[in-house]
């Protein structure tokens, strides 16, 4: 039997969440019974939405914090946040992220502008991770949801960069799996297809003679809703962990498995290492966490 995690009197930590899907999750969570506390560079539209949920609510449901993602201290303060106000963290959703200049190739040689990219989408992703994982240590075990994209695994010159970052963070989401033995503590990444936003609108950009935007103008598109759903099924069922989730369009959500391994590297002596390993690293990370628990103050 499916095991479920209640939402009810539970604190979610979203990235993003002043607009478009983090919002939208954000809102799912809430009528589900959990509180939200939102970090986002939009401090109008992130004010405002929390005012709109706290409003409809008739209590304290939600707050806001201006956190730039790829900041450990913002991470930090948006953590804090969330402890002082609701008591603790039990879930977080690493969804900001950014499309522009994604149509990198023959863009200036601009470091600022490349970095951005993979800052933003792929290392904030990692930052969040690592300040959630202690936060949630502390709390006895929790669930963490990256956005990733169906770029994480499909590729198009137009999104080049933006595809890279999301490889990015497939990669570290299926890197986590360990963690649920270690704390407690759950990772997955949402994978949509292309969603009807301002960053739909960004990606690819590479001018009005780009075939790209055709391309995309004429694609199907995923239903926000669908998107909602899949981060919603991530974070409550228990039994997802480094999970990677499709949310594509016609209402579709489907697991992208992941290649296990290769014949010419499991071999006999392999196969054999793999358990030992995992019996010794859960031990490893224990002791590891314990120290970072102490050296941040957590
Ligand atoms: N829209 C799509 O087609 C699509 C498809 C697949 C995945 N995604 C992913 O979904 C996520 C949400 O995107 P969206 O479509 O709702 O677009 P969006 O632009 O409305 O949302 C992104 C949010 O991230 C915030 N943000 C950007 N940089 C930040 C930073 N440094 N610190 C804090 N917040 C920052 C933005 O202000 C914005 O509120 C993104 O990670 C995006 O890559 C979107």
New binding site residues.
């Given amino acids: 039997m499916t095991q479920t995690l209640s939402l009810e009197g539970k604190v979610a930590v979203i ?2 969440g ?5 919002k939208r999750v954000a809102a799912e969570m809430i009528s589900r019974g959990a509180k939200v506390v939102i ?4 401090d109008a539209e992130g004010e405002a939405t929390i005012n709109e949920f706290n409003v409809s609510a008739g209590s304290k449901v939600a707050a806001y914090i201006h ?4 900041k450990y201290s913002d991470n930090k303060a948006l953590f804090a946040l969330a402890q002082e106000e609701f008591g603790g963290v039990d879930i977080a959703f690493l ?5 522009t200049n994604a149509n990198a190739m023959f863009l200036p040689l601009d470091d600022k502008v490349d970095n951005r990219m993979c800052d ?2 792929t290392t ?1 992703v990692v930052k969040g991770s690592k300040v959630a994982m202690l936060y949630m240590a502390k709390r006895g075990g929790g669930v963490i949801v990256n ?1 990733a ?3 994480g695994f499909l590729c198009s010159p137009a999104v080049g960069i933006y595809a890279a970052s ?1 490889h990015g963070v497939i990669g570290w989401t299926r890197s986590n799996a360990i963690f649920e033995h270690v704390c407690g503590v759950r990772m997955n990444a949402v994978c ?4 009807e ?4 609108g960004d990606l690819g950009n590479g001018g009005d003679q780009d075939p790209f935007a055709k391309f995309v103008a004429d694609s199907s598109r995923t239903k926000v809703e669908t998107v909602v759903e899949a981060v919603l099924t991530l974070v409550e069922d228990k039994s997802r962990n480094a999970q990677t989730l499709l949310a594509l369009p016609g209402d579709v959500i489907r697991p992208q498995e992941p290649i296990a391994t290769y014949p010419e590297i499991a071999d006999a002596k392999y196969q054999a290492m793999v358990p030992k390993y995992a019996q010794e690293a859960i031990v490893f990370y224990k002791k590891k966490l314990a120290d970072a628990l102490e050296r941040e103050g957590i």
């Avoid at 002043?18 to 983090?22: C, Q, S, V």
């Avoid at 956190?67 to 790829?70: C, E, H, K, Q, R």
């Avoid at 949509?192 to 969603?195: A, E, G, I, R, T």
Wanted: aromatic content about 6%.
């Fill in positions: 990235t993003g002043a607009r478009n899907i983090g970090g986002d560079l939009l956190t730039d993602v790829t969804n900001a992220g950014i499309g933003i989408n904030a956005t994209s169906v770029a999301k949509p297809y292309w969603v936003t301002e960053l739909a």
